[in-house]
């Protein structure tokens, strides 16, 4: 379980970074959908961590925040660059 938790939290970044040398909002906004999936699954992992008694309820609870606002704000930029492809039309 370390391994795929350390390969989907990294995925979320990386996800974004890779859209860095693109030029469309379509791309960025496929990219962060893409990391919003990586987020969701890191959500699910911390979950099954605390669940089977790998961290206690405060350390699960630091990193599940820091995920939600992270996908907080993947879920803003989404919003926005999807508006405004729809505003270009």
Same mark, same amino acid.
């Given at each position: ?7 989907? &939290? ?5 996800? &974004? ?23 969701? =699954? &890191? ?5 099954? /961590? ?6 206690? =309820?405060?350390?699960? =609870? ?7 606002? $992270? ?6 930029? $989404?919003?926005?660059?999807? /508006?405004?492809? $729809? /505003?270009?039309?």
């Amino acid at each position: 379980m370390t391994g795929q938790l350390r390969r989907a &939290v990294v995925s979320v970044p990386t996800n &974004v970074a890779e859209d860095c040398g693109r030029n469309s909002d379509g791309d960025l906004a496929r990219f962060l959908e893409i990391s919003m999936g990586s987020a969701s =699954e &890191v959500e699910y992992l911390l979950l099954l /961590a605390r669940d089977w008694g790998y961290w206690d =309820e405060g350390t699960y =609870e630091r990193y599940a925040t820091g995920m939600m606002e $992270i996908k907080r704000m993947l879920a803003g930029l $989404i919003m926005t660059l999807k /508006a405004k492809l $729809i /505003a270009d039309r």
